[in-house]
Structures are given as structure tokens and as C-alpha cells.
């Protein structure tokens, strides 16, 4: 069974910085593509970073290009995202989903086409 748990969620404060992790269980952890999205409340899940496990690249959304940094850990089955200078914008429940297996590079995959997702962690950033 393919399982995706996060954390590292939490309160901080405007400019503030925070590491999530998504680790996986149940999928050989090298050919995935392990994505990175975030729902703030009436709003749309939105997709805003992936990476590819075929060759450890990363894509973002500009929205959060130049602060928001994945990377993976194959070793530790744990993908990272490194989040540096927050906005209260920033906001959101975040969740990491899984696409396996995935042998592009270069490319997202979308939001409907990822097979498995985490529970999410609340991450929320005050003025």
C-alpha cells in the first residue's frame, strides 16, 4: 500500500522560513514524480513545485519561484520542501502527491494525474 505522510507544518511569522517533508511508503523510490500543492481555505488546490526521481530536478510555480526550494532524499524515501520568506499568502493546507511510476524529467505532471496523496500540513503565516 502506497502511503505519503507530511509534516512539518506550522505557525510562523511573516519572512519566516519552514521545511516540509513528504515521506513514502510502498513504491520503489526512484522513478516517481513527487508533487507539492497547497489549498488555502474557498480556494483550489493548487500545484506549486515537483520533482522528478529520475533525476532530482524541480519545477515551481512562480508564485513561489526564488523561495520555495524540493529536493529528495531517495535514500530516506522523503522528498523536502524548503520554504524561505513566507507571506501570509502563503498560507494553506499542504499536501504532497506521488506519481509512480514516472520517468519524465522536465515536466509536471497535473493535478489529476497523480496517484496518491498525503493527509496534508497546515502551514499558516502571520503579518
Known amino acids: 500500500e502506497v502511503q505519503l505522510v507530511e509534516s512539518g507544518g506550522g505557525l510562523v511569522q511573516a519572512g519566516g522560513s519552514l521545511t516540509l517533508s513528504c515521506e513514502g511508503s510502498g513504491f520503489t523510490f526512484d522513478k516517481y514524480a513527487i508533487g507539492w500543492f497547497r489549498q488555502a481555505p474557498g480556494k483550489e488546490r493548487e500545484g506549486i513545485s515537483c520533482?522528478?526521481?529520475?533525476?532530482?530536478?524541480?519545477l515551481y510555480a512562480d508564485s513561489v519561484k526564488g523561495r520555495f526550494t524540493i529536493s529528495s532524499e531517495n535514500s530516506k524515501n522523503t522528498v523536502y520542501l524548503q520554504m524561505n520568506s513566507l507571506k501570509p499568502e502563503d498560507t494553506a493546507v499542504y499536501y504532497c502527491?506521488?506519481?509512480?511510476?514516472?520517468?519524465?524529467?522536465?515536466?509536471?505532471?497535473?493535478?489529476?494525474?497523480?496517484?496518491?496523496w498525503g493527509q496534508g500540513t497546515l502551514v499558516t503565516v502571520s503579518s
Open positions: 502527491a506521488a506519481l509512480t511510476p514516472y520517468y519524465y524529467v522536465g515536466i509536471c505532471p497535473i493535478k489529476y494525474d497523480y496517484d496518491y
Open positions: 520533482i522528478s526521481g529520475s533525476d532530482g530536478s524541480g
